[in-house]
């Protein structure tokens, strides 16, 4: 890979590291792929437009690689020492690591989450020779990561927030997690995976969490996760660990309102915890793995669910509520032959992001009101809305009036009863699936108008009752045929 330092500073406006020259110096006389899927790209990102507040961030940060998904790769030198970020091609802008020898030794264990990573099973002769030849380096080179003072969170810093790293809440004393007793009802299930189920749904804040990461994974969970957009989950995972975190700052279920620690970011919840295929501690009944399955189908048939799919794979599912109070939930499903679990929280999945579904063109709020008069709207999602929706109901209030009340962080399915096939209908259609749109029928209906992003959109402003009855005509009739086209989705 070619690199001359002299022209990377032209490039760049300002001096390339020290250690970066080094390593790219070594690196020139491989060639692209060896030590993963990357090109030396030094480009200057001041006075740039193309990612959110690239006005603000770009002055104090300049790209050194770029990624085949046309992700660049940066050096955000707002905080010292400069931290490694993402700057995403579908515009998500995240911290890789919080410094640049942090990232160096990433590589070298295959921990980015990026494409530089190469699975180790998948390596060509002379992509392990050059990862190879990377360690000694390192270690002839005496590569040794910084002490920093927390973490920097470079989606906050793009949405608004001041550059500043955050630290994790002191470890010392911390015990670790017992098993709860609220799980003795769950026959046979391991008592790590009881602590781990004891910990989902907390704040990453949280002690005991914390201490679990950092002996687990080597490093403390994300205090933060800023809300720059495309940016609602963080993965804290390792090579050697037989589990993985999920992490998000947007969980859609009303126990787990957003944890705002400033006003960019948020302190996401562990959302999920998954195990892993090395995972060989029992999960129900004293055992793991496909010997679960006859176990599940024996003692508890009426959570296990069985099916075939197009290829004529056997797909298995089964779900066991845990925390009635934390709304968590054990998954197990296989497909593809392979058994997978997780503990996580149960959530709805979003029709209208909150900013949709104040506009009346997403039809989120007519829609709302369709399955009202239908009885499908699940009321326990609306507390001290009664009145509105008993108004509603009569049609002397208008949905858009839930919306702003009731609908502050979206349309969820969840905010719909389980009537047969209706949560995933409405999922599909929302999400212009199985060849049928809300936004196509609105369109159809009302007509269509450039919108502000340059797509079309519904000439729709209000919601008055004069055009419920045909609009929610067609509502009714694409559900009928996607029942009668999808019976398997009814049981």
């Known amino acids: 890979m070619d690199f001359d330092v002299a022209a990377w500073e032209k490039e760049i406006g300002r001096p390339v590291p020290a250690l970066m020259a080094k390593f790219f110096t070594w690196l020139a006389p491989y060639e692209y792929g060896d030590l993963g899927y990357f090109e030396l790209a030094p480009e200057n990102l001041a006075g740039g437009d193309a990612w959110e507040g690239m006005e603000r961030w ?21 905080v010292e020492p400069p931290a490694v970020v993402l700057i995403g091609s579908e515009g998500e802008l995240r911290t890789l690591a919080d410094s640049f020898e942090a990232f160096l030794l990433a590589i070298d264990a295959g921990e980015t989450e990026t494409e530089i990573d ?35 969170d470079f989606s906050a810093y793009a949405a608004g927030d001041p550059p500043e790293r955050r630290a994790a809440p002191s470890q010392q004393g911390a015990a670790p997690a017992m098993a709860p007793g609220y799980l003795d009802h769950i026959e046979g299930m391991g008592e790590r995976l009881k602590m781990l189920s004891s910990l989902v749904g907390r704040t990453a804040a949280d002690p005991q969490l914390c201490a679990l990461a950092e002996e687990v994974f080597g490093k403390a969970p994300p205090q ?12 804290l995972t390792a090579k050697k660990a037989d589990i993985s975190f999920l992490f998000s700052r947007k969980v859609l279920n009303p126990n787990y309102a957003p944890v705002q620690i400033s006003s960019k970011a948020i302190c996401p919840f562990l959302d999920s915890v998954f195990l892993g295929d090395a995972y060989s501690e029992p999960v129900l009944f004293g055992v793991h793995g496909d010997a679960l399955w006859d176990a599940i189908a024996l003692k508890l048939p009426q959570h296990y669910k069985e099916t075939v799919d197009e290829d004529g794979e056997v797909e298995k599912e089964c779900t066991l509520a845990l925390d009635g109070a934390r709304d968590t939930e054990l998954k197990l499903w296989m497909n593809n032959g392979r ?21 009346h063109n997403s039809g989120a709020g007519l829609f709302v009101q369709w399955a009202l008069e239908n009885s499908w709207l699940e009321r326990s999602m609306f507390p001290g809305q009664d009145a509105l929706i008993d108004a509603m109901r009569s049609r002397q209030a208008r949905p858009s009036q839930l919306v702003q009340l009731g609908l502050t962080r979206g349309l969820w399915d969840t905010h719909l009863t389980d009537e047969a096939g209706l949560r995933q209908f409405a999922y599909i259609y929302f999400h212009h699936m199985d060849g049928i749109w809300i936004n196509a029928d609105l369109k159809a209906m009302f007509g269509k108008r450039q919108g502000q992003y340059g797509h079309d959109e519904p000439v729709l402003d209000d919601d008055p009752v004069e055009i419920y009855d045909a609009l929610f005509s067609v509502f009714t009739k694409q559900f009928a045929a996607w029942k009668q086209a999808n019976p398997q989705e009814l049981a």
């Open 118 to 152: 190469l699975p180790d099973d998948e390596r060509e002769e002379e992509q392990v020779a050059a990862r190879k030849a990377f360690t000694s380096w390192l270690n002839k080179s005496k590569i040794a990561a910084p002490a920093v003072s927390g973490q920097f």
């Open 58 to 78: 770009g002055a104090s940060t300049w790209a050194f690689l770029s990624l085949p998904d046309g992700s660049l790769v940066g050096l955000c030198e707002a």
């Open 224 to 235: 933060s996760i800023g809300n720059a957009k495309r940016d609602d989950t963080i993965w």
């Open 339 to 359: 058994t997978n679990a997780c503990v996580q929280i149960r959530q709805g999945r979003e029709l209208a992001s909150p900013e949709a579904a104040k506009q």
